[in-house]
């Protein structure tokens, strides 16, 4: 074991509080040993030195110890992103034992330049099984993907289907997406009270969706699939937990659908636990994802959950969840809503997800003893 703390750069989107990538972090970060691992961050969620989230975690790390870097938001311009973040690398990327990029589109920039100013072990890490719910915008990214994996020293993944899109027939590691099982157990305390405070029915059955407000996760075809479902029950409700840059798509479909009284949008909230523990099934219909750390903390809540296709098998740890064609018939949809509602709680998910590896702290070891391996390769 190295005789000082691996210093590593998580290169990240951003700390955006709803973001999964940014939660899979924030577990690492919780539960790594300082002694072995330390960690510091480079996202770019910042428009001209003000960062883009009121909800994140840049704070709470820095408090930790961690130093948190900036660049401007990429989509704002490209150029700018691409000159800023090799600026900052280059001032700060050779104080680091590891960069673990978690931006496949910006790997040809992050992991090059790491490259470049000498640091040895540079990881690339799979979240998806797509890069871009727009074809134009894959067929870009399908290039810059290939050029940044030429970088790479070390390939990871969030699961098996994430990490065959990205790395092909290349070896790569699995480190799953675990969670605090213990915190997002079922508690019918918090139930009575989110509900209560939501003015929620206590009889009402709640459908519940949580992400960041983006296409991908496509919350608009969530709510007709619910406005279905409403008209055929109408004690019950849906809560979307999250915010985004498309907050406006979802609440036009809301207003379209008049269901202001029906769906509601909590925002991004501290109390995450509360909300699976409030809700009845948990619906992910995306267009597609890698290993979702929200239906990873629904089953924890004991939750039956329906997917699309578009979700891989693996997120079904549990094997409680349904899996729909995005273009199957409504009906289909609002059947299976109206089963996973009525199916009750699984109180032995957390167990189950355990056994299978799903512990942010096991998670966490695996992760220290993953980077402990690659530094010992190099100094044997």
């Known amino acids: ?49 003000e960062l883009m989230h009121d909800s994140r975690y840049d704070e709470e790390f820095q408090a930790a110890g961690s130093n948190v870097f900036t660049v401007n938001y990429a989509a704002d311009g490209f150029k700018r992103f691409a000159s800023e973040m090799r600026h900052i690398l280059a001032k700060i990327g050779a104080e680091y034992d590891i960069v673990h990029c978690h931006m496949p589109n910006s790997a040809f920039i992050v992991l090059k330049e790491s490259k470049r ?19 134009l915008h894959r067929l870009r990214n399908a290039p810059l993907n290939a050029v940044g994996r030429r970088y790479a020293t070390d390939f990871v993944t969030c699961s098996q289907e994430a990490g065959e899109y990205l790395f092909g027939s290349r070896p790569f590691t699995i480190i799953n997406n675990g969670i605090a099982l213990n915190q997002f157990a079922y508690d019918e305390k918090k139930r009575n009270a989110l509900r209560t405070e939501l003015g929620i029915a206590q009889s009402d059955l709640v459908v519940g969706c949580v992400g960041r407000f983006v296409k991908q996760k496509n919350f608009p075809f969530a709510i007709q699939v619910f406005a279905q479902l409403h008209k055929r029950n109408s004690a019950t409700k849906m809560v979307i937990l999250g915010d985004g840059v498309d907050r406006h798509e979802i609440e036009d479909a809301i207003q379209s659908e008049e269901l202001q009284d029906s769906v509601l949008l909590l925002g991004v909230r501290e109390d995450m636990s509360a909300v699976y523990s409030g809700v009845d099934t948990f619906f992910m219909p995306s267009l597609y994802e890698g290993l979702p750390v929200s239906a990873v903390e629904a089953q924890a809540a004991g939750l039956s959950c329906i997917y699309s296709t578009g979700v891989p098998k693996e997120t079904d740890i549990t094997g409680t969840g349904v899996f729909l064609p995005l273009d199957a018939d409504m009906s289909q ?18 167990s189950r997800l355990e056994a299978h590896g799903y512990s942010a702290k096991a998670n966490a070891e695996l992760l220290m003893q993953h980077y402990e391996k690659l530094i010992e390769g190099i100094n044997r």
């Open 1 to 49: 074991m190295p005789s000082k703390p691996i210093h590593v750069l998580q290169v990240v989107p951003s700390l955006n509080r709803s973001a999964g990538v940014a939660r899979v972090v924030y577990n690492w970060q919780q539960f790594h040993d300082e002694t072995r691992v330390h960690f510091d961050y480079l996202h770019h969620s910042s428009r001209n030195g």
């Open 117 to 135: 100013i000498g640091v040895r072990n540079r990881i690339l890490h799979s979240h998806l099984n797509s890069s871009s719910d727009s074809f």
């Open 333 to 350: 949809w609002v059947r299976g809503l109206e089963q996973s509602l009525n199916t009750g709680r699984r109180g032995e998910n957390p």
